[in-house]
């Protein structure tokens, strides 16, 4: 069975970090692109970076320069580095396969439970 199971969340103060784990089963990661995506309360869910399987990297404008995604093949895992967080990233978080290329992808699937993101101001 394909499953990707986020964790990591937290409450964190405005200028803090968390690192986000997705921990991947059921397939093959070197094979994949992943993506995280957030939800925000009252808000629809957005794509906000994305990993190709050749390691390439995409974010969003409001992550890009704060948020690193990486990923650990050996191990089936794709992390989210998030740095100087912001009351407005508070989010549910989920890791997911694109439906397209990370460059065009707007859809996703088989997303999990996702991970509560907390920023305090």
């Known amino acids: 069975e394909v499953q990707l199971v986020e964790s990591g969340g937290g409450l964190v103060r405005a200028g803090g970090s968390l690192r986000l784990s997705c921990a991947a089963s059921?397939?093959?990661?070197?094979?994949?692109?992943i993506a995280w995506l957030r939800q925000a309360p009252g808000k629809e869910r957005e794509g906000i970076s994305c990993?190709?399987?050749?390691?390439?990297?995409y974010y969003t404008d409001s992550v890009k320069g704060r948020f690193t995604i990486s990923r650990d093949n050996a191990e089936n895992m794709v992390y989210l580095q998030m740095n100087n967080l912001k009351p407005e990233d508070t989010a549910v978080y989920y890791c997911?396969?694109?439906?397209?290329?990370?460059?065009?992808?707007?859809?996703?699937?088989?997303w999990g439970q996702g991970t509560q993101v907390t920023v305090s101001s």
């Open positions: 997911a396969f694109p439906l397209a290329p990370c460059e065009h992808a707007t859809e996703y699937h088989d």
């Open positions: 059921g397939f093959t990661l070197d094979d994949s692109a």
């Open positions: 990993i190709s399987r050749d390691g390439d990297t």
